[in-house]
């Protein structure tokens, strides 16, 4: 039976894991705007430029993705409300991060259950890479 005791409860989980993913994606937020501010978040766009626009993506992306692949996907978002991006990039780097998300993480939980970790994470990044450059051709 629900009772308002259930929607306190409900409430106050909610709340702490609002404050759990606000304590990752402001501080990675406030350090993409610091890069930015830096001139660095362009020097590191401008070396990954030419990789990011086969999936019709900028050079600043490429710090999503690294993000994502090592932080989750909480961490991306933080990166992604920094960076100013069409609707199809966004779905573009939403794919790819989605599919390549915590990586290092998810491999040893993949490890511990018998499966080849090494494939495992190579066919995550390749599957990845795969659908963001296929979204990115029949949308962009």
């Given amino acids: 039976m629900i009772t308002i005791d259930?929607?306190?409860?409900?409430?106050?989980n909610g709340l702490k894991t609002l404050?759990?993913?606000?304590?990752l994606m402001v501080p990675i937020y406030i350090g993409v705007?610091?890069?930015?501010?830096?001139?660095?978040?362009?020097i590191i766009a401008d070396i990954?430029?030419?990789v990011m626009a086969v999936f019709g993506l900028p050079g600043e992306t490429?710090?999503?993705?690294?993000?994502g692949i090592f932080t989750?996907?909480?961490?991306?978002?933080?990166?992604l409300a920094a960076i100013e991006l069409n609707a199809v990039q966004t779905t573009t780097i939403a794919i790819m991060v989605s599919i390549s998300h915590n990586l290092i993480a998810e491999t040893a939980v993949v490890k511990k259950l018998g499966v080849n970790g090494t494939a495992s994470m190579a066919l995550?990044?390749?599957?990845?890479?795969?659908?963001?450059?296929?979204y990115s051709r029949i949308f962009g």
């Fill in 33 to 42: 705007q610091l890069l930015s501010l830096s001139g660095l978040l362009n």
């Fill in 62 to 67: 490429s710090l999503t993705l690294i993000v």
């Fill in 124 to 134: 995550r990044l390749f599957f990845s890479l795969l659908f963001g450059f296929l």
């Fill in 19 to 23: 404050i759990d993913l606000l304590k």
């Fill in 6 to 12: 259930t929607f306190k409860r409900g409430f106050n």
């Fill in 48 to 50: 990954f430029s030419p």
């Fill in 72 to 79: 989750g996907i909480y961490g991306a978002l933080g990166t």
